[in-house]
């Protein structure tokens, strides 16, 4: 008897862990856009029943949607990027649109007027994006594949794209230790959200050293630039679907194999000659920076399977120093014992002071 009851609580149980584990999370993340649009014919009249195709155009993906009884039509969670639509219907010329680009987590609104049909004809229409999106819920801008790769950056970092925005400001962490965070609004680094393809990539734990992201300790980057297509800011949203943050958003959804292939390659190295040198015309130290990597994809089966890989490569070598009560780096070397030894000089005879050199 006792052993039945544990098999049933045992699989009480599991079953609460599958229930569980097939509901949405609380903190949900918007990895994709959306289409809407209203089909009306040539007098303004809706159209119900017209069938509305949308390809998307890198990788051939196709969404499908009939509109309703108000003419109106909504394609959900389809891929960012260009699309061709096509507005079909017995008896009406077919429309169609293309280049219409949907940004992550933008409802994009592409409206068809139809005309009769006299004789077999396509009115074909360039989609242009409009210049003001009244479907957006906060303040958020967008971050395009374009536009990132034309900025400059020099660690490859995120903090160095997000820049783009007035509210997001990268500096340093005040640590001293050289690292780069994004304040949002002015709010502190540690109540933003970083959130890659929907997974949270923040320093739950506070292990990353100051600056805030998985690889802060070591100055790694936690994904590469090469496998980003496109990055939402946002600062308080009011979006149901992105939460858990009480500074900004940073959302960035990688890319994916298309019908092409493609790929990128870059290095990048410094030393102490490319610097100059410091404030006082002393020369730098010795260091080395080298930072090097590329992404490949390309189709494994046209418009059906994808690949996509990236790469990066970084190796730092610079001079590391050490202070004791202030007296600098240069402590116990014989510079150093030579300094004291110049203010023993300069005391009363009531005072003793001993110059000691250390062998190292």
């Not at 930072?291 to 001079?319: E, H, W």
Request: charged letters at 15%; aromatic letters at 8%.
């Amino acid at each position: 008897m006792n052993l039945c009851n544990k098999a049933i609580w045992s699989l009480a149980a599991a079953a609460c862990v599958l229930v569980l584990g097939g509901m949405p999370a609380s903190a949900q993340t918007v990895t994709t856009g959306s289409l809407t649009g209203v089909v009306k014919d040539a007098q303004g009249g809706v159209l119900p029943g017209a069938t509305i195709t949308a390809v998307h155009t890198p990788t051939g993906t196709s969404y499908d949607a009939v509109s309703d009884a108000q003419g109106r039509f909504n394609i959900l969670n389809v891929r960012v990027g260009p699309y061709d639509i096509t507005a079909t219907m017995s008896g009406f010329k077919d429309e169609k649109q293309q280049a219409v680009d949907v940004a992550l987590g933008e409802q994009r609104a592409a409206d068809f007027k139809l005309q009769l049909a006299s004789v077999t004809e396509t009115v074909e229409v360039t989609g242009q994006s409009p210049a003001i999106d009244s479907s957006v819920a906060g303040t958020a801008d967008n971050i395009s594949n374009a536009v990132k790769e034309s900025l400059p950056t020099i660690t490859r970092s995120i903090a160095d794209i997000v820049r783009v925005s007035p509210l997001f400001n990268a500096s340093g962490s005040g640590a001293g230790d050289g690292q780069s965070v994004v304040s949002v609004a002015g709010t502190s680094f540690r109540y933003n959200s970083l959130q890659i393809d929907g997974a949270a990539n923040n320093d739950l734990f506070g292990l990353a050293g100051s600056a805030g992201a998985p690889g802060g300790a070591a100055e790694t980057q936690p994904i590469s630039l090469d496998a980003i297509q496109e990055i939402q800011l946002v600062v308080s949203p009011y979006d149901v679907r992105q939460g858990g943050f009480a500074g900004g958003g940073i959302n960035a959804i990688t890319k994916s194999g298309t019908n092409r292939f493609h790929g990128t390659a870059f290095f990048y190295g410094r030393n102490q000659d490319w610097v100059g040198d410091g404030a006082d015309d002393r020369p730098v130290s010795t260091f080395k920076d080298k930072q090097g990597g590329g992404s490949v994809g390309g189709p494994i089966m046209q418009n059906r399977a994808f690949f996509f890989g990236t790469a990066d490569y970084g190796r730092k070598l610079r001079p590391t120093g050490f202070s004791v009560n202030g007296t600098g780096q240069l402590f116990g070397s014989s510079d150093e014992g030579e300094h004291w030894s110049l203010i023993a000089d300069y005391l009363p005879p009531i005072w003793s002071v001993e110059a000691a050199v250390i062998d190292r």
